[in-house]
């Protein structure tokens, strides 16, 4: 029987993500937070407080160990908020779907949180803040290449003047992923976007999905997904 209400765990992930931005200072649009050099301020207390600083977080502090959950709904601008609600929306749902709600939300969160973790191992020394659901997501590309590999997304490449063209799922996510391995080596030497994180992130999702199912994840047909994303 099909269940009418659909992938309600992604849309409550996008919404927590959306609603938690546009009430942050980073969003702009709350006055109390001022202006200037004010609201930088503002926004840089914010990350401190809510995103993950790899020396804190590997001192072993109750509060810092908390900070790779709080993160993965805190986002450091309103492009990496559309750009991580497109993706997880594209490819979310029928994750969601295949895993069923309580585990689809248990590997979302063990995803992201393993990812940080992990950046955070690479940088120990790093006060810089990393925030972001981008290993979590990264962790349902990851499910989703080995569970509906041959789905047609359609996807927009920069270097083709953003034309939509659909492709296989294997085609566009083994794409994205060389992508940010390639970056990640290029930036190993300190911190920044943090590729690590989405590499991490879509090799456990990966390995989850593969070891959950197995061959019986290759299914003989898989259903197009629904909407459009980007590489």
């Given amino acids: 029987m099909v269940d009418r209400r659909g992938p309600v765990v992604t849309y409550a992930l996008i919404g927590a993500c959306v609603l938690v931005f546009l009430l942050s200072p980073v969003a702009g649009l709350d006055p109390a937070h001022g202006t200037g050099e004010a609201l930088r301020s503002a926004q840089g207390a914010y990350f401190r407080r809510w995103g993950v600083v790899p020396a804190e977080l590997l ?82 590309l990851g499910a989703f290449l080995l569970l509906f590999p041959r789905a047609r997304v359609t996807s927009l490449f920069p270097f083709l003047f953003f034309l939509p063209l659909r492709f296989p799922a294997w085609a566009v996510l083994v794409f994205w ?21 989405h590499v991490v992130g879509f090799c456990l999702g990966f390995c989850y999905a593969w070891v959950r199912y197995g061959r019986a994840a290759r299914v003989g047909r898989q259903p197009a997904a629904p909407e459009e994303g980007q590489p």
């Fill in 177 to 197: 992923f060389v992508l940010q391995w390639l970056a990640a080596r290029q930036t190993a030497t300190g911190p920044g976007v943090a590729y690590l994180a």
């Fill in 59 to 140: 001192s072993g502090s109750p509060r810092a160990l908390l900070t790779p959950l709080t993160a993965l709904f805190v986002s450091g601008s309103w492009l990496h908020l559309l750009g991580n609600m497109l993706f997880l929306y594209v490819f979310g749902a029928m994750a969601e779907e295949r895993l069923g709600r309580v585990e689809y939300a248990l590997f979302y969160t063990g995803c992201g949180y393993l990812a940080l973790l992990a950046y955070a191992i690479a940088h120990a020394g790093s006060t810089q803040t990393l925030v972001g659901a981008s290993g979590a997501i990264s962790g349902v």
